[in-house]
């Protein structure tokens, strides 16, 4: 075997270098791939990494739009408390189920005066109607008696009064006679009215004053009733009207809280009140549109809770809903006469459709006595 022979086995000869370098080559081919597998694989996680960076941000954009898509949405939102309370304002319960004269009886601030004297008229005449019986609630046989218990009504109901008088004026039937009473036994008959010491000192001092100063009689005009001790304009127009037929207006709690219900007049002085409602009113109608004014605000227009829906002159008050307004509520809250109850007075006129108050168990045999 030659040198050559020997070298070429020794090293493989070409084909050993075929073999190494076809058995090279898949190493080769294998890295490459698994090189550029490790570059995919980097370049899809960088590509998720920057997909997910890109989310939030895409997200915001999107949320944005969303957003300004739904604005509108928002603004009419805002606007649908309108639309509701138009809705509710359109499907509330018709006015018209008050009385319809209601809405134009007037009464504000604004209304003429010969506006208010028409209202004024209307008022009157259906009270008329109403309480055609209407007088004064106190029980009297002279100027003297209704003077006396006039004076006697203050803070107190005319009921009291009624049930009180009997006795007294059996003991002091004359200006004289009470103008000498001991105050002591004067205090003690007059005790269920209330106030009775400041009452009683009253009584005294008016009594004396008539019998000093006007021969035992009652005066005739206001000017010399005021002048009498716990005598004041309400008290001298009750007994003008009543005992001497002179015209006048008794401002009483119930007179003026009616007339300022009615909105005839926005004073609340009592003087005031009695200018206003004079000029409204023929004077003939003065004394009687105070007892009928008076008879309502008793029985039926109550302070506190007017019994609207019993109100037979409902349609021409501007203040109807104050009280109740369901017909059958209402006529529970009536009083006297108009709920089936006996009256104030014990001896009423014959025209008088309730029935007569009952004399004071204790004062009884004494109210007898004086009858």
């Known amino acids: 075997m030659s040198e050559r022979e020997a070298a070429k086995r020794a090293t493989g000869g070409p084909t050993a270098a075929k073999k190494t370098a076809a058995k090279k080559a898949p190493a080769r081919k294998t890295a490459a791939k698994k090189t550029a597998g490790t570059k995919a694989t980097a370049e899809k996680t960088a590509t998720r990494a920057t997909a997910k960076k890109a989310t939030p941000a895409a997200n915001k954009t999107a949320a944005k739009k969303t957003a300004a898509k739904k604005a509108p949405a928002k603004t009419a939102a805002k606007k649908a408390p309108v639309n509701t309370a138009a809705k509710k304002s359109a499907t509330k319960k018709p006015a018209a189920k008050k009385p319809a004269a209601k809405k134009a009886s007037g009464g504000t601030s604004t209304e003429s005066k010969a506006s208010r004297a028409r209202r004024a008229a209307r008022i009157n005449e259906a009270l008329a109607d109403v309480y055609y019986y209407a007088h004064p609630e106190l029980d009297f046989e002279n100027p003297f008696e209704l003077l006396v218990a006039t004076v006697l009504s203050a803070q107190t109901t005319d009921l009291r009064v009624n049930q009180t008088t009997p006795a ?3 003991s002091y039937p004359t200006p004289e006679d009470m103008a000498a009473a001991n105050p002591e036994e004067l205090e003690e008959l007059i005790r269920p009215t209330g106030f009775f010491r400041s009452k009683a000192k009253s ?6 004053a008539l019998r000093d100063n006007f021969g035992g009689e009652v005066p005739g005009t206001v000017d ?9 304009r309400k008290t001298a127009f009750v007994v003008l009207g009543n005992a001497f037929g002179v015209p006048g207006l008794t401002v ?24 206003e409602i004079d000029a409204l009113l023929p004077k003939s109608e003065w004394t ?6 008076i008879f309502h605000g008793r029985r039926i227009c109550h302070s506190r809770k ?8 409902a349609e021409l008050c501007p203040s109807y809903g104050e009280g109740e307004t369901d017909p059958e ?17 014990l001896k009423p006129p014959a025209d008088y459709p309730g029935q007569p108050a009952p004399p004071l168990p204790s004062r009884a045999p004494a109210a007898g006595a004086a009858q």
Do not use: N
């Not at 009584?203 to 004396?208: K, N």
């Not at 010399?224 to 004041?232: A, I, Q, R, S, Y």
């Not at 007017?306 to 002159?313: L, R, S, T, W």
């Open 329 to 345: 509520k209402a006529k529970k809250l009536l009083k006297y006469e108009m709920g089936g109850q006996p009256g104030q007075r």
């Open 168 to 170: 007294l004026f059996a």
């Open 224 to 232: 010399e009733l005021v002048t009498l001790p716990g005598v004041g």
């Open 252 to 275: 009483d709690t119930h007179f003026g809280r009616l007339v300022r219900r009615w909105k005839l007049t926005e004073q609340t002085d009592a003087v005031k009140v009695e200018q």
């Open 306 to 313: 007017p019994a609207c829906g019993a109100c037979p002159i």
């Open 203 to 208: 009584l005294l001092g008016l009594s004396a």
């Open 288 to 293: 009687m549109f105070s007892h009928r004014t």
